[in-house]
């Protein structure tokens, strides 16, 4: 009972590779993710297609 689960709150024991390549995606692409929405609702009045439509 409780013994059995003691020492795995709040850890993933074992972890897909599906959130950790998410994880690794938000740390390296977070910054463009930002200049992104940034220059859309600049350049683009917040449409988020339209820069990539306009590429």
Do not use: H, N
């Amino acid at each position: 009972g409780k013994a059995a689960s003691q020492g795995q709150w709040g850890r993933a024991w074992e972890v897909d590779w599906f959130s950790l390549a998410s994880v690794v995606f938000l740390l390296l692409f977070a910054p463009f993710i930002v200049y992104y929405f940034i220059m859309a609702c600049d350049q683009y009045s917040c449409a988020l297609t339209a820069p990539l439509l306009d590429i």
